[in-house]
Protein backbone atom coordinates (compact mmCIF):
# COMPACT_ATOMS: atom_id res chain seq x y z
CA UNK A 1 0.00 0.00 0.00
CA UNK A 2 2.67 2.31 1.14
CA UNK A 3 4.55 1.84 -2.54
CA UNK A 4 1.20 2.64 -4.34
CA UNK A 5 0.52 5.48 -2.55
CA UNK A 6 4.26 6.58 -3.31
CA UNK A 7 3.80 5.94 -7.25
CA UNK A 8 0.66 8.05 -7.46
CA UNK A 9 2.00 11.17 -5.10
CA UNK A 10 5.23 10.51 -8.11
CA UNK A 11 2.50 10.06 -11.05
CA UNK A 12 0.55 13.71 -9.39
CA UNK A 13 3.33 15.35 -9.18
CA UNK A 14 4.77 13.97 -13.01
CA UNK A 15 1.54 15.79 -14.58
CA UNK A 16 1.36 18.63 -12.57
CA UNK A 17 4.76 19.52 -14.01
CA UNK A 18 3.91 18.96 -17.17
CA UNK A 19 0.73 21.24 -16.73
CA UNK A 20 2.46 23.65 -15.56
CA UNK A 21 5.23 23.65 -18.43
CA UNK A 22 3.03 22.93 -20.80
CA UNK A 23 1.45 26.92 -19.72
CA UNK A 24 4.69 28.42 -19.61
CA UNK A 25 5.41 27.15 -23.47
CA UNK A 26 2.21 28.57 -24.10
CA UNK A 27 3.18 31.99 -22.87
CA UNK A 28 6.73 32.18 -23.96
CA UNK A 29 5.75 31.60 -27.55
CA UNK A 30 3.10 34.38 -27.45
CA UNK A 31 4.17 37.25 -29.87
CA UNK A 32 2.93 39.89 -27.43
CA UNK A 33 1.78 43.15 -29.03
CA UNK A 34 -1.11 46.01 -28.25
CA UNK A 35 -3.53 43.85 -30.60
CA UNK A 36 -2.52 40.58 -29.42
CA UNK A 37 -3.66 40.61 -25.55
CA UNK A 38 -6.32 38.94 -24.54
CA UNK A 39 -6.10 38.61 -20.62
CA UNK A 40 -4.11 37.55 -17.58
CA UNK A 41 -3.75 34.24 -16.20
CA UNK A 42 -2.75 32.62 -13.04
CA UNK A 43 0.12 30.21 -13.80
CA UNK A 44 1.25 29.97 -10.08
CA UNK A 45 2.06 30.48 -6.50
CA UNK A 46 5.57 31.10 -5.91
CA UNK A 47 5.38 32.27 -1.73
CA UNK A 48 1.99 32.15 -0.07
CA UNK A 49 3.32 31.76 3.76
CA UNK A 50 2.23 34.94 5.20
CA UNK A 51 0.54 36.19 8.11
CA UNK A 52 -1.64 39.09 9.65
CA UNK A 53 1.49 40.88 10.16
CA UNK A 54 3.99 40.06 8.26
CA UNK A 55 3.46 40.20 4.32
CA UNK A 56 5.44 40.48 1.21
CA UNK A 57 6.16 44.13 0.39
CA UNK A 58 8.80 43.92 -2.20
CA UNK A 59 10.10 41.83 -4.60
CA UNK A 60 13.01 41.91 -7.06
CA UNK A 61 13.93 39.93 -10.54
CA UNK A 62 17.67 39.67 -11.39
CA UNK A 63 18.91 40.65 -15.14
CA UNK A 64 18.68 37.49 -16.36
CA UNK A 65 15.37 37.01 -14.87
CA UNK A 66 15.79 33.95 -13.17
CA UNK A 67 16.09 34.94 -9.73
CA UNK A 68 13.34 36.38 -7.61
CA UNK A 69 13.85 38.22 -4.27
CA UNK A 70 11.19 38.84 -2.34
CA UNK A 71 11.35 40.68 1.26
CA UNK A 72 8.51 40.37 3.87
CA UNK A 73 7.50 43.67 5.79
CA UNK A 74 8.93 41.76 8.99
CA UNK A 75 11.36 38.60 9.12
CA UNK A 76 12.75 36.84 6.10
CA UNK A 77 14.45 37.67 2.92
CA UNK A 78 13.65 35.18 0.58
CA UNK A 79 15.60 33.96 -2.90
CA UNK A 80 13.84 32.10 -5.59
CA UNK A 81 14.69 30.22 -8.61
CA UNK A 82 12.36 31.02 -11.41
CA UNK A 83 13.52 28.16 -13.48
CA UNK A 84 12.19 25.99 -11.00
CA UNK A 85 10.29 27.77 -8.70
CA UNK A 86 12.27 26.16 -5.38
CA UNK A 87 13.84 28.90 -3.09
CA UNK A 88 17.49 28.70 -3.38
CA UNK A 89 18.76 30.97 -0.19
CA UNK A 90 17.26 32.90 3.01
CA UNK A 91 17.85 35.20 5.29
CA UNK A 92 16.63 35.68 8.74
CA UNK A 93 17.79 38.94 11.02
CA UNK A 94 19.49 37.64 13.90
CA UNK A 95 17.48 39.28 16.47
CA UNK A 96 14.47 39.96 14.52
CA UNK A 97 12.85 41.94 17.63
CA UNK A 98 15.27 45.07 17.26
CA UNK A 99 16.09 44.37 12.85
CA UNK A 100 13.91 44.90 10.14
CA UNK A 101 15.42 44.82 6.95
CA UNK A 102 14.08 48.00 5.26
CA UNK A 103 15.03 47.49 2.02
CA UNK A 104 16.75 44.61 -0.56
CA UNK A 105 18.05 44.96 -3.91
CA UNK A 106 19.87 42.68 -6.29
CA UNK A 107 23.33 43.78 -7.01
CA UNK A 108 24.35 41.42 -9.70
CA UNK A 109 23.23 37.81 -10.12
CA UNK A 110 25.54 36.31 -7.28
CA UNK A 111 24.77 38.96 -4.12
CA UNK A 112 21.97 41.37 -2.70
CA UNK A 113 22.21 44.45 -1.14
CA UNK A 114 20.16 44.38 2.06
CA UNK A 115 19.16 47.43 4.64
CA UNK A 116 18.87 47.05 7.69
CA UNK A 117 17.14 48.81 10.08
CA UNK A 118 18.47 48.26 14.07
CA UNK A 119 16.14 49.28 16.63
CA UNK A 120 14.00 51.76 14.84
CA UNK A 121 16.73 54.75 14.25
CA UNK A 122 20.02 53.13 12.93
CA UNK A 123 20.71 52.21 9.53
CA UNK A 124 23.25 49.79 8.03
CA UNK A 125 24.34 48.08 3.98
CA UNK A 126 25.39 44.77 3.55
CA UNK A 127 26.87 42.68 0.55
CA UNK A 128 25.31 39.11 0.61
CA UNK A 129 26.98 36.81 -1.36
CA UNK A 130 24.75 34.02 -3.06
CA UNK A 131 27.02 31.29 -3.27
CA UNK A 132 29.28 31.82 -0.31
CA UNK A 133 26.54 33.21 2.08
CA UNK A 134 28.76 35.67 3.58
CA UNK A 135 28.18 39.06 4.35
CA UNK A 136 30.49 42.05 3.69
CA UNK A 137 29.64 45.48 5.41
CA UNK A 138 29.34 48.19 3.27
CA UNK A 139 28.18 51.53 5.64
CA UNK A 140 26.54 52.24 8.59
CA UNK A 141 24.18 55.02 8.93
CA UNK A 142 22.71 56.97 11.59
CA UNK A 143 19.38 56.62 10.30
CA UNK A 144 17.24 54.42 8.43
CA UNK A 145 17.98 53.23 4.51
CA UNK A 146 14.76 53.67 2.66
CA UNK A 147 15.84 52.83 -1.10
CA UNK A 148 18.44 51.72 -3.26
CA UNK A 149 18.92 51.50 -6.76
CA UNK A 150 22.29 50.37 -8.40
CA UNK A 151 24.36 51.99 -11.36
CA UNK A 152 23.51 50.19 -14.74
CA UNK A 153 26.98 50.40 -15.80
CA UNK A 154 29.46 51.60 -12.80
CA UNK A 155 29.98 49.97 -9.35
CA UNK A 156 28.01 52.47 -7.67
CA UNK A 157 24.80 52.46 -5.61
CA UNK A 158 22.36 55.39 -4.46
CA UNK A 159 20.35 55.27 -1.00
CA UNK A 160 17.81 57.39 0.61
CA UNK A 161 17.69 57.58 3.85
CA UNK A 162 15.69 59.19 6.74
CA UNK A 163 14.94 59.49 10.45
CA UNK A 164 11.76 58.78 12.03
CA UNK A 165 9.87 61.90 13.31
CA UNK A 166 10.14 61.85 16.95
CA UNK A 167 13.82 61.83 16.16
CA UNK A 168 13.87 63.83 13.02
CA UNK A 169 16.51 67.02 12.89
CA UNK A 170 16.53 69.41 9.77
CA UNK A 171 18.67 67.86 7.10
CA UNK A 172 18.69 63.95 7.96
CA UNK A 173 16.43 63.21 4.89
CA UNK A 174 19.21 62.74 2.39
CA UNK A 175 20.62 60.86 -0.41
CA UNK A 176 23.67 58.91 -0.41
CA UNK A 177 26.19 57.86 -3.86
CA UNK A 178 28.18 55.19 -2.85
CA UNK A 179 31.15 53.42 -3.98
CA UNK A 180 31.02 49.53 -3.90
CA UNK A 181 34.45 49.26 -5.27
CA UNK A 182 35.84 51.10 -3.03
CA UNK A 183 33.41 51.34 0.29
CA UNK A 184 33.30 54.74 0.65
CA UNK A 185 31.09 57.87 -0.16
CA UNK A 186 30.88 59.67 -3.19
CA UNK A 187 28.73 62.18 -2.48
CA UNK A 188 25.69 63.53 -0.28
CA UNK A 189 22.88 65.18 -1.86
CA UNK A 190 20.68 67.53 0.31
CA UNK A 191 18.62 69.19 -2.16
CA UNK A 192 15.48 67.16 -0.58
CA UNK A 193 13.21 69.31 1.13
CA UNK A 194 13.17 69.25 4.69
CA UNK A 195 9.61 68.68 5.65
CA UNK A 196 8.92 66.32 8.58
CA UNK A 197 6.39 64.02 6.99
CA UNK A 198 8.13 64.26 3.64
CA UNK A 199 10.64 61.12 2.52
CA UNK A 200 11.52 59.46 -0.53
CA UNK A 201 9.10 56.56 -2.28
CA UNK A 202 11.33 55.69 -5.33
CA UNK A 203 14.68 56.58 -6.10
CA UNK A 204 16.12 55.14 -9.88
CA UNK A 205 19.09 55.39 -11.90
CA UNK A 206 18.49 56.29 -15.84
CA UNK A 207 19.21 53.37 -17.54
CA UNK A 208 21.90 54.87 -19.27
CA UNK A 209 22.98 56.24 -16.11
CA UNK A 210 23.43 59.79 -16.96
CA UNK A 211 20.14 60.71 -14.26
CA UNK A 212 19.23 60.22 -11.23
CA UNK A 213 15.76 60.30 -10.21
CA UNK A 214 13.73 60.68 -7.06
CA UNK A 215 10.12 61.35 -6.42
CA UNK A 216 9.66 62.94 -2.23
CA UNK A 217 6.33 63.12 -1.10
CA UNK A 218 4.62 65.80 -4.07
CA UNK A 219 7.94 66.58 -5.41
CA UNK A 220 10.21 65.27 -8.29
CA UNK A 221 13.78 65.54 -8.16
CA UNK A 222 16.45 64.80 -11.39
CA UNK A 223 19.82 65.28 -11.18
CA UNK A 224 22.76 64.99 -13.04
CA UNK A 225 23.93 61.26 -12.22
CA UNK A 226 28.21 62.05 -13.10
CA UNK A 227 28.09 65.87 -11.82
CA UNK A 228 25.36 65.75 -9.11
CA UNK A 229 24.02 68.94 -9.83
CA UNK A 230 20.39 69.28 -8.99
CA UNK A 231 18.76 69.65 -12.80
CA UNK A 232 14.74 69.89 -12.33
CA UNK A 233 12.11 69.99 -9.48
CA UNK A 234 9.12 70.23 -10.31
CA UNK A 235 5.41 69.42 -8.00
CA UNK A 236 3.29 67.10 -10.38
CA UNK A 237 0.07 68.13 -8.06
CA UNK A 238 -1.03 68.04 -4.13
CA UNK A 239 -1.00 64.05 -3.85
CA UNK A 240 1.64 61.60 -2.56
CA UNK A 241 3.71 60.07 -4.49
CA UNK A 242 3.93 56.32 -3.39
CA UNK A 243 6.23 54.58 -6.26
CA UNK A 244 8.15 56.03 -9.53
CA UNK A 245 9.08 54.11 -12.43
CA UNK A 246 11.45 54.62 -15.47
CA UNK A 247 10.46 53.35 -18.92
CA UNK A 248 13.51 51.15 -19.95
CA UNK A 249 14.13 53.14 -23.31
CA UNK A 250 14.71 56.63 -20.73
CA UNK A 251 11.80 58.32 -22.25
CA UNK A 252 9.90 58.72 -19.75
CA UNK A 253 9.06 58.72 -15.83
CA UNK A 254 6.07 57.41 -14.32
CA UNK A 255 4.68 58.41 -10.57
CA UNK A 256 1.92 56.50 -8.96
CA UNK A 257 0.09 58.39 -6.43
CA UNK A 258 -2.49 58.03 -3.37
CA UNK A 259 -5.12 61.31 -2.24
CA UNK A 260 -6.71 61.80 0.65
CA UNK A 261 -9.96 60.58 -0.37
CA UNK A 262 -8.82 57.44 -1.30
CA UNK A 263 -8.03 58.07 -4.86
CA UNK A 264 -4.67 57.91 -6.79
CA UNK A 265 -3.11 58.95 -10.04
CA UNK A 266 -0.59 57.78 -12.02
CA UNK A 267 1.30 60.33 -14.34
CA UNK A 268 3.81 60.10 -17.07
CA UNK A 269 6.66 62.56 -17.64
CA UNK A 270 8.53 63.13 -20.72
CA UNK A 271 12.27 63.16 -19.58
CA UNK A 272 13.46 65.31 -22.91
CA UNK A 273 11.75 68.20 -21.87
CA UNK A 274 10.40 67.21 -18.55
CA UNK A 275 6.81 67.96 -19.75
CA UNK A 276 3.48 65.87 -18.29
CA UNK A 277 2.64 63.79 -20.85
CA UNK A 278 -0.78 62.03 -19.35
CA UNK A 279 -2.95 61.47 -16.40
CA UNK A 280 -5.04 58.65 -15.75
CA UNK A 281 -7.35 58.57 -12.06
CA UNK A 282 -8.27 55.77 -10.64
CA UNK A 283 -11.19 55.18 -7.73
CA UNK A 284 -8.12 53.47 -5.85
CA UNK A 285 -4.74 54.50 -4.27
CA UNK A 286 -1.80 53.42 -6.73
CA UNK A 287 0.62 50.65 -4.98
CA UNK A 288 2.90 50.48 -7.35
CA UNK A 289 3.77 50.75 -12.03
CA UNK A 290 5.95 48.66 -13.48
CA UNK A 291 7.43 49.09 -17.91
CA UNK A 292 7.89 46.01 -19.17
CA UNK A 293 11.91 45.57 -20.05
CA UNK A 294 11.00 46.37 -24.09
CA UNK A 295 9.35 49.51 -23.22
CA UNK A 296 5.60 48.44 -24.67
CA UNK A 297 4.00 48.43 -21.80
CA UNK A 298 3.22 49.21 -18.71
CA UNK A 299 1.65 47.73 -15.22
CA UNK A 300 -0.29 49.55 -12.60
CA UNK A 301 -1.26 48.05 -9.71
CA UNK A 302 -4.32 49.79 -7.74
CA UNK A 303 -5.85 48.01 -4.44
CA UNK A 304 -7.18 45.06 -5.51
CA UNK A 305 -6.79 45.51 -9.49
CA UNK A 306 -3.95 45.23 -12.27
CA UNK A 307 -4.41 46.83 -15.28
CA UNK A 308 -2.02 46.75 -18.32
CA UNK A 309 -1.62 49.84 -20.74
CA UNK A 310 0.11 50.27 -24.20
CA UNK A 311 2.99 52.50 -23.03
CA UNK A 312 2.72 54.54 -26.70
CA UNK A 313 -0.93 55.36 -26.89
CA UNK A 314 -2.11 54.96 -22.92
CA UNK A 315 -4.59 52.50 -23.97
CA UNK A 316 -5.80 49.94 -21.79
CA UNK A 317 -5.17 46.71 -22.66
CA UNK A 318 -6.60 44.20 -20.16
CA UNK A 319 -7.55 44.10 -16.07
CA UNK A 320 -7.48 41.63 -13.36
CA UNK A 321 -9.93 42.44 -10.43
CA UNK A 322 -9.57 40.62 -7.57
CA UNK A 323 -10.33 41.08 -4.00
CA UNK A 324 -6.19 40.47 -3.00
CA UNK A 325 -4.36 44.10 -2.00
CA UNK A 326 -1.20 44.40 -3.97
CA UNK A 327 2.21 45.65 -2.76
CA UNK A 328 4.28 45.37 -5.36
CA UNK A 329 4.41 44.54 -9.30
CA UNK A 330 7.69 43.64 -11.93
CA UNK A 331 7.64 42.00 -15.24
CA UNK A 332 9.97 39.57 -16.08
CA UNK A 333 12.44 40.31 -19.15
CA UNK A 334 10.70 38.14 -21.47
CA UNK A 335 7.65 40.66 -20.99
CA UNK A 336 5.07 37.67 -21.08
CA UNK A 337 4.68 37.52 -17.41
CA UNK A 338 4.15 39.75 -14.26
CA UNK A 339 5.34 38.62 -10.92
CA UNK A 340 3.03 40.24 -8.37
CA UNK A 341 3.00 40.67 -4.34
CA UNK A 342 0.18 40.87 -2.51
CA UNK A 343 -0.83 41.04 1.50
CA UNK A 344 -3.48 38.06 1.15
CA UNK A 345 -1.98 35.63 -1.68
CA UNK A 346 1.59 36.09 -1.17
CA UNK A 347 3.29 36.15 -4.64
CA UNK A 348 2.16 34.86 -7.50
CA UNK A 349 3.27 34.36 -11.46
CA UNK A 350 0.89 35.76 -14.12
CA UNK A 351 0.74 35.02 -17.62
CA UNK A 352 0.00 37.46 -20.17
CA UNK A 353 -2.30 35.71 -22.58
CA UNK A 354 -2.91 36.78 -26.31
CA UNK A 355 -3.75 35.65 -29.40
CA UNK A 356 -1.75 34.84 -32.47
Known amino acids: MFELRQLIAIFLF ?54 LLLKKTRG ?42 ISNYAGKLRLWNLKTHVFDSLTSNDSIITHITRHPAQPMLAFSSSVPIPYYQPGDRQIVIWNLEHLQEVTTLNDIPQKQAQSVSSLIYHPNGTLLLASVLDTVMIWDANTYQL ?84 TPLATLPTHHYFTDITFLPQNNFLVIASTTAGVQLWGIHCDE
Do not use: H
Open 14 to 67: LLLSLTAQSETTQFNTCQLTPTTIKDMRLIRTIYSDLSPNSWVDTIDIDASGTL
Open 76 to 117: ALKIYDLTTFRPIAAYYPENEAQVIITEAAFNDGNSIIIAEA
Open 231 to 314: LNTYMPGQFTMTKGALKPDGTMFATASRERNSSGQVKLWGLSDFSKIKTIQYNQEVADIAFSSDSMFFAVATGNQIFIYDAQTF
